[in-house]
T-cell receptor, first 116, second 111 residues
Framework: SAVISQKPSRDICQRGTSLTIQCQVD?????MFWYRQQPGQSLTLIAT?????????ESGFVIDKFPISRPNLTFSTLTVSNMSPEDSSIYLC?????????????FGPGTRLTVL | DAKTTQPPSMDCAEGRAANLPCNHS???????VYWYRQIHSQGPQYIIH???NNETNEMASLIITEDRKSSTLILPHATLRDTAVYYC????????????FGKGITLSVRP
């Protein structure tokens, strides 16, 4: 199994600023993902973080708003840019390992963001 | 769009079995059924998965109907710590497949 940590665990930010969330996995993984969970809602996939290339974004999410980096097989960052109160959510990092028969996917504890 | 439907909520008594249903009538032949749960303020936790045979692990059992159009997650002896949102998800094992979450079912275990 893989253990995923995220920094910060929570933050309160002002409108118009940006926040970068870090995700660290304790082992090499094939794929990393970023999800958003708005208050009282289910998880929505933002993008797949590709190692060494641009992330693949889901419909409704764009690189200018959510730039993502993945410099190696164990680390990724998500930036929430030019924040507004509507960006208040929990942001979760997820990773899928290789070598298992079913490619189990793990989740970090999430970063709780509040935008004032 | 999520490819599964689940009741919004259910409850059960502590120590009893919790049977959580899921419909996935449009499931494809190469898609597995996965169950995750999310305890309040935590990230989702993998529980179990299956293709067509029933599966059991230390956490739960998964019963998949013969036509694969529905399944049931069974927690044999529910505890208060099992109170969570449970997500039933279908996903192929392709390298680029994605885990897409629906609304899930909120299980409340009462003392």
């Amino acid at each position: 199994s893989a253990v995923i940590s995220q920094k910060p665990s929570r933050d309160i930010c002002q409108r118009g600023t940006s926040l970068t969330i870090q995700c660290q996995v304790d082992s090499q993984v094939t794929m990393m993902f970023w999800y958003r969970q708005q208050p009282g809602q289910s998880l929505t996939l933002i993008a797949t973080a590709n190692q060494g290339s641009e992330a693949t974004y889901e419909s409704g999410f764009v690189i200018d708003k959510f730039p993502i980096s993945r410099p190696n097989l164990t680390f990724s960052t998500l930036t929430v840019s030019n924040m507004s109160p509507e960006d208040s959510s929990i942001y979760l990092c997820s990773a899928r390992t290789s070598g298992s028969s079913y490619n189990e996917q793990f989740f970090g504890p999430g970063t709780r963001l509040t935008v004032l | 769009d999520a490819k599964t439907t689940q009741p919004p909520s259910m409850d059960c008594a502590e120590g009893r079995a919790a049977n959580l249903p899921c419909n996935h009538s449009t499931i494809s032949g190469n898609e597995y059924v996965y169950w995750y749960r999310q305890i309040h303020s935590q990230g989702p936790q993998y529980i179990i998965h299956g293709l067509k045979n029933n599966e059991t692990n230390e956490m739960a059992s998964l019963i998949i109907t013969e036509d694969r159009k529905s399944s049931t997650l069974i927690l044999p002896h529910a505890t208060l710590r099992d109170t969570a949102v449970y997500y039933c998800i279908v996903r192929s094992t392709g390298a680029n497949s994605k885990l897409t979450f629906g609304k899930g079912i909120t299980l409340s275990v009462r003392p």
